[in-house]
């Protein structure tokens, strides 16, 4: 009996380390996946034979989804770094922009992983007109372009200074706007407050008006104004780097928008100071 035990025993091991060996081997079903890069925008690259026409000097938007088992650190579109977004599929989307210079005839991007050899794909591409311009200039204009904005320094900063978010965004006149608005509010608050009146005799004094302060009131409508610019910055950035400057991008969002209806019917007065949109 005890033979027979060991023996089961030493199949089961033997077994174990058949499956273990299968599964090691290349082209297994659980090896890794091989990168890529793929382009839906324009949609001419999505097919394989695509060739995009444009007009030289024309702005070309790339957008795609790129994956490298050894993860992406970053992808690079004729020398200018593309934005990246994470995707559920556990592959990146990019975008970016290319000038198109005259002559030009392909769009190369170039995948650089966390670890691992970098992965290379050029697109065709047929430019009309124009003068030929030097190799340079199309990576510097996408650069210019292109920069990333950040959404989270954008939110702090306007967190700790109303309007300092939109400095951060390159929207200085918004910003100066913003943090007169809070300076005002508290400015304001404090000119109305008053410290009360005292009437004094010989047994002591007497309230005979009631302290008012509004400076409470003033910080909050600054503290108010400082998280509607915070938020707004921020989706800013977030939409710059999409590649949409103005408009909305299809997502729900709180934004600043400050008007004053004055032809209501019951004579008052109503101030809207945000927006939600989508």
């Known amino acids: 009996m005890f033979r027979l035990a060991w023996k089961a025993t030493e199949r089961r091991v033997l077994l174990s380390a058949v499956v273990a060996l299968v599964c090691a081997i290349p082209g297994n079903a659980t090896a890794q996946q091989a990168p890529y ?18 007009p030289a000097g024309a702005l070309l938007r790339i957008r795609g989804l790129a994956f490298h088992p050894g993860g ?32 030009l005839a392909g769009i190369e991007i170039v995948l650089e992983p966390n670890s691992g050899d970098a992965f290379r794909r050029t697109f065709p591409l047929k430019v009309e007109g124009g003068a030929p311009t030097p190799p340079a200039a199309p ?46 509010a508290i400015v304001g608050s404090l000119a109305l407050s008053s410290p009360g009146k005292l009437e004094c005799d010989e047994f002591g004094c007497t309230s005979i008006e009631k302290r008012k302060n509004f400076v409470p009131l003033g910080v909050g409508a600054a503290a108010v104004i400082a998280l509607i610019g915070a938020i707004e910055a921020r989706g800013y950035a977030i939409r710059h780097n999409t590649g949409l400057s103005s408009g909305g991008d299809g997502t729900t969002r709180l934004s600043l928008d400050l008007a004053v209806d004055a032809s209501r019917l019951d004579g008052s007065v109503q101030i809207r100071l945000l927006r939600w949109s989508h």
């Open 37 to 54: 890069v793929t382009v839906y925008e324009p949609i001419e690259w999505a097919r394989e034979d695509g060739v995009v026409t444009m």
């Open 139 to 184: 990576a510097q204009a996408a650069a210019s372009v292109s920069t990333p904005m950040n959404p989270s320094g954008a939110l702090v900063g306007g967190l700790l200074l109303p309007g300092l978010g939109q400095f951060m965004t390159r929207r200085p006149g918004l910003g100066v706007l913003l943090t007169g608005a809070a300076g005002a």
């Open 72 to 103: 992406v650190r970053r992808v690079v579109i004729m020398g200018a770094t593309a934005t990246l977004e994470d995707d559920p599929s556990g592959a990146v989307n990019f975008s970016g922009f290319v000038n198109l210079a005259a002559g």
